[in-house]
């Protein structure tokens, strides 16, 4: 049982991770991200929707990133057989994932609920290192 609940543990923290990051970056650089697009200057319509464009962009890259690498560290810290691998995995599924998030209709706390589900499925399914006999 304690073989269990430990993995368990494990792959929590794998699929906690990369969303966690990603949630937290996006929180954190939206207000610096929209007032540095000029949505608070006196130009015209246009020109402040294109900066906020362009913020959403930097904004969903800083996350996108963000949260491939705290997944990585997070497999790599819980000591994961073959970290990256699984990471590889992870990341190269990351695009179904989002697309089962728009084809239901699902919001961004939804999606990223969705993206950390993989890793913690990876995780638990890894198993641990086993050490190499003496």
């Keep these: 049982m304690d073989e ?7 792959s929590l923290a794998c699929g906690v991770a990369g969303p966690a990051v990603a949630a937290l970056a996006m929180t954190l650089l939206a207000p610096a ?5 000029g949505a608070n200057s006196t130009t015209d319509v246009a020109s402040i929707l294109a900066g906020l464009v362009l913020a959403t962009f930097v ?3 800083v996350g996108i990133v963000g949260g491939v690498a705290a997944t990585l560290a997070a497999l790599l810290l819980t000591q994961c057989p073959r970290p990256v ?18 084809r239901t209709g699902a919001s961004l706390p939804t999606t990223l609920v969705l993206a950390g589900v993989l890793p913690a499925i990876v995780r638990f399914v890894a198993g641990d290192r086993v050490a190499a006999p003496d």
């Design 85 to 102: 691998r699984a990471w590889i995995l992870c990341v190269a599924s990351f695009p179904a994932v989002v697309v089962v998030a728009d």
């Design 59 to 61: 904004l969903g890259a």
């Design 33 to 37: 991200a929209v007032s540095g697009s």
């Design 4 to 10: 269990i609940s430990r993995r368990l543990l494990q």
